[in-house]
C-alpha cells in the first residue's frame, strides 16, 4: 500500500523535536517508514499491530498499552502489552482474561469516549475522573488483571475516510525515576502518529477480508478455503500435525427452492453457515464450496475427532427448526495422516465419503476410521 506524503504522522516529528533529540526523531521517522513498509508487503494484521504499539510504547514512555478494535457497537481487546501483569500471570492466561472482555460503546469508558468522538484524551489520573466527566475509568481491567492504571493517553485510530478503526490505549508514563507520571502533551503527536498507521494497516485487512467473504452467506468463500487448505495441508505435512476437511451437502435443497422459491433458500445458506461457525473452533475455516455445499477445515485436528464434530453438526442440523420446513445433510470426513496426499486428494477423499453417506441414505456421516 501506497503512504502518501510520507505517511500519517510525519509532520508531527517538528512538536517532538522540543522534547527529543533529532537522533531520536529521526529513530522515530525510520520506524515510521518501516511500518509503512510493512503494511504494504501484505504482513499479518496481528503481528504489524503488535509491532506498532511496542514502538508506540517506546516513543512515549509508556509501561503497558491495548489496541481496541472497533467490531459494530463493541470494542475489542486485539492487542494487550503489559510485561508486568504477564509475568504475574502468564501471557497465556492475561491474554485469556482480557479477550473474553469487551467494552460497549453506550457504557462510559476512556476508549469508548474516543471511539465515538474521535477526541484524543490524555488523563493523568485514571481514578480521578470527575463525576460529571462525559467519560468515564474501566475499572474493571485492572481487577481482572490485578494492574493498576494511573495516567492514560487514548487517541483514535482514524483512516484516510475518516472512519475510526479503534482506539490506542497507552498507560502509565513512566519518568526518569521510574515513577509513573502523566503523558506530556508533546506525546500526543507521537501516539496519534502510531495510531494512524495502525489504521491504515487494520482498513488494509478488512478490504482483504471482504474479497474473502461469500456475499450471500457472509461466510469464507472458496478462494479462502483453498489458500488455507493448501497453507494447513503443508503445515500438517512438515510438522507432522493432524488436520482434517468435512465436506457436506444438503439433503433436498432443491425442494425448498422449487417450493418456497431462491430467496427462501439463501435463507436456509446462511442459517446453515451461521450454525456451522457457532460450532467451530476460532481456528477453524467455514466455507462455501459451491451451491449447498460447505466445508469445515479443521486444523489440527484428528480424523477421529471430525467424525465426532460431524455427527454433532448433523444432529443439530436434522433438529434445527428452520422456517421452511426440516432439513438434513449428509457429510463426508477425510483426515491427514489417514487419507495422505495433496489439497485435491484430501478433497476428493471426502467427496467420496459424502458419496458413500448419501447412497447409504442420507443425513449420514461419512468416512469411517479404516
Known amino acids: 500500500m501506497d503512504i502518501p506524503n510520507g505517511g500519517p504522522g510525519a509532520g508531527s516529528f517538528l512538536e517532538v523535536q522540543g522534547a527529543a533529540t533529532a537522533e531520536r526523531a529521526a529513530q522515530m521517522l525510520e520506524e515510521l517508514l518501516q511500518l509503512g513498509i510493512d503494511i504494504g508487503s501484505d504482513g499479518e494484521l496481528s503481528s504489524v499491530l503488535d509491532r506498532i504499539v511496542r514502538q508506540a510504547r517506546r516513543f512515549t514512555g509508556a ?8 467490531e459494530g457497537s463493541y470494542l475489542r481487546f486485539s492487542v494487550v502489552q503489559n510485561e508486568m501483569t504477564a509475568r ?9 482474561r482480557l479477550e ?9 469508558s476512556l476508549a ?7 477526541e484524543v484524551l490524555n488523563v493523568p489520573e485514571a481514578y480521578d475522573i470527575p463525576r460529571d466527566a462525559p467519560y468515564a475509568f474501566n ?3 485492572d481487577l481482572a488483571t490485578g494492574y493498576r492504571t494511573h495516567s492514560v493517553l487514548a487517541v483514535p485510530l482514524r ?3 475518516r472512519r475510526i478503526q479503534g482506539v490506542l490505549q497507552l498507560i502509565n508514563a513512566a519518568g526518569p525515576d521510574g515513577r509513573v507520571i502523566p503523558f506530556h502533551p508533546r506525546l500526543e503527536s507521537v501516539a496519534r502518529a502510531f495510531a494512524a498507521y495502525a489504521a491504515i494497516a487494520v482498513r488494509s485487512a478488512r478490504l482483504e477480508e471482504l474479497s474473502f467473504k461469500d456475499p450471500l452467506t457472509d461466510g469464507y468463500n472458496r478462494r479462502y478455503l483453498m489458500l488455507r487448505l493448501h497453507e494447513e495441508v503443508s503445515r500438517a505435512s512438515r510438522y507432522q500435525q493432524p488436520l482434517s476437511l468435512i465436506l457436506l451437502d444438503l439433503d433436498g435443497f432443491k425442494a425448498i427452492n422449487d417450493r418456497w422459491g431462491h430467496d427462501a433458500g439463501d435463507e436456509v445458506l446462511k442459517q446453515v453457515v451461521q450454525l456451522l461457525a457457532s460450532q467451530s473452533r476460532r481456528d477453524s475455516v467455514v466455507a462455501r464450496y459451491g451451491g449447498d455445499e460447505f466445508i469445515a477445515l479443521l486444523p489440527s485436528t484428528t480424523k477421529a475427532a471430525a467424525l465426532v464434530y460431524a455427527e454433532r453438526m448433523r444432529a443439530i442440523i436434522e433438529r434445527y427448526p428452520f422456517q421452511y420446513g ?8 477425510a483426515g491427514f495422516p489417514e487419507d ?12 467420496h465419503a459424502l458419496y458413500e453417506a448419501k447412497r447409504q441414505g442420507r443425513n449420514l456421516v461419512g468416512g469411517l476410521l479404516r
Open 88 to 96: 504475574r500471570l502468564g501471557e497465556h492466561d492475561m491474554q485469556n
Open 112 to 118: 469508548g469516549h474516543v471511539a465515538n468522538s474521535g
Open 63 to 70: 509501561e503497558a498499552a491495548t489496541l481496541f478494535l472497533r
Open 326 to 333: 426440516p432439513l438434513t445433510a449428509s457429510f463426508g470426513v
Open 340 to 351: 495422505p496426499g495433496s489439497v485435491a486428494d484430501l478433497i476428493k477423499s471426502a467427496d
Open 139 to 141: 475499572w474493571r481491567v
Open 159 to 161: 483512516d484516510a475516510s
Open 100 to 108: 473474553a472482555e469487551r467494552l460497549p460503546l453506550d457504557v462510559p
